[in-house]
């Protein structure tokens, strides 16, 4: 199993440009999230899924969409990126209705000039 | 949003001592798990607490899941320079649902 897999590694982009970061897991897991991290801030949720075709808000969703069309992949858009959007952000994901920990992919840093 | 009460903040300490962090949560929770990131690295778990007062052991790694279901402790002992970096703790009402993160535990180790 390769776990829990992000791309881009890094990426630097101009204000009002769009992209997706990617995530992909080989586990099967129903529930994957998205969190952004900052100095100080800990990790904060930014969307999660429990499920193919489902999709829900987290603690700061506001410039980001998802979607989950499989059960592996969970991407995250960036439609017009935001200085303010600069941080790590890190894909995690678990299975649901057990007790099975949460594991997270190596991260994507993002710089918005 | 609501989140976990971890402290210290960070810690200066010399190689061979012993480490201690709590996280402490107003709600009660279920499973409380601890986390450790290296610089540049996505976090890693170590330990997973699963019943009140439990008490689990990983290496040098003790963790502790709280009587009251509302805290839970992590200790190093005899600290190495590897040690080094973000501890978090995260916890969860039930068996799903979102984990909630503390902010972290900065670990300096000096040689």
């Known amino acids: 199993n390769a776990g829990v897999t992000q791309t881009p590694k890094f990426q630097v982009l101009k204000t009002g440009q769009s992209m997706t970061l990617q995530c992909a897991q080989d586990?099967?897991?129903?529930?994957m999230s998205w969190y952004r991290q900052d100095p100080g801030m800990g990790l904060r949720l930014i969307h999660y899924s429990v499920g193919a075709g489902i999709t829900d808000q987290g603690e700061v969703p506001n410039g980001y969409n998802v979607s989950r069309s499989t059960t592996e992949d969970f991407p995250l858009r960036l439609l017009s990126a935001a200085p303010s959007q600069t941080s790590v952000y890190f894909c995690?994901?678990?299975?649901?209705?057990?007790?099975?920990?949460?594991?997270f992919g190596p991260g994507t840093r993002l710089l918005v000039l | 949003g609501q989140q976990l009460n971890q402290s210290p903040q960070s810690m200066f300490i010399q190689e061979g001592e012993d480490v201690s962090m709590n996280c402490t949560s107003s709600?009660?929770?279920?499973?409380w798990l601890w986390y450790k990131q290296d610089p540049g690295e996505g976090p890693v778990l170590l330990i997973a607490l699963y019943k009140a007062g439990e008490l689990t052991s990983n290496g040098r790694l003790t963790a502790q899941f709280g009587i009251t279901r509302k805290d839970s402790f992590l200790n190093i002992s005899a600290s190495i320079p590897s040690d080094v970096g973000i501890y978090f703790c995260?916890?969860?009402?039930?068996?799903?649902?979102?984990?909630?993160f503390g902010k972290g535990t900065k670990l300096s180790v000096k040689p």
């Open positions: 709600s009660i929770f279920n499973t």
């Open positions: 586990m099967n897991h129903e529930y």
């Open positions: 995260a916890g969860r009402e039930g068996s799903q649902g979102n984990l909630i």
């Open positions: 995690a994901s678990r299975k649901e209705y057990t007790q099975e920990t949460q594991y």
